[in-house]
């Protein structure tokens, strides 16, 4: 597999669904073709370190902790540096995005390439609805997926372009 899209999140706590209804939208759009796949994980760190052995590319979406602007887009490059904690505080599952990152470097088995896009969240209460913030920035990032994807790399999926990672 030539480049696996990871979106994560929970379904039943609002805003922390944005990774998953991006990788959900990305599917039903037909982004999944030979050389692309799109999975699903809760974000568990061992989960992910599992999700992207044998991938050398890899572009990851999950929620990020509130700051005061729900629907915020921001992208970080794992090989760049650390990220950051205050963005992927400790989750529900104790362990998230932000420790399988860590480790993985710490392990030497981080991919070739990892992009994580992060969409900051509002509301992560069992039951809550998805803010409608945060259902933009879901919308919006599935767009430049699907766009940086297939501009880059679907027309060519023997040779994945190195600008879907710029």
Excluded at 37 to 47: K, L, P, T
Aim: hydrophobic fraction near 40%.
């Amino acid at each position: 597999m030539s480049l696996r899209i990871i979106g994560c999140g929970n379904f039943d706590r609002g805003d922390d669904a944005a990774g998953l209804l991006v990788a959900r939208r990305l599917h039903a759009l037909g982004l999944e073709t030979e050389g692309v796949e799109i999975v699903q994980q809760s974000g568990e760190s061992f989960s992910l370190l599992d999700s992207w052995i044998g991938c050398d590319h890899v572009i990851l979406v999950d929620a990020t902790a509130p700051s005061g602007k729900p629907g915020r887009i921001q992208i970080w490059n794992a090989h760049a540096g650390r990220l950051p904690e205050d963005a992927f505080p400790c989750s529900t599952h104790a362990f998230g995005v932000r420790e399988a990152v860590e480790l993985a470097r710490a392990m030497n088995r981080l991919p070739q390439t990892l992009l994580i896009y992060g969409i900051e969240g509002k509301q992560f209460s069992l039951g809550a609805p998805l803010s409608p913030e945060v259902d933009r920035a879901v919308r919006s990032v599935a767009q430049k997926l699907m766009m940086r994807v297939s501009t880059s790399f679907v027309q060519t999926p023997q040779r994945l372009s190195r600008n879907i990672f710029r």
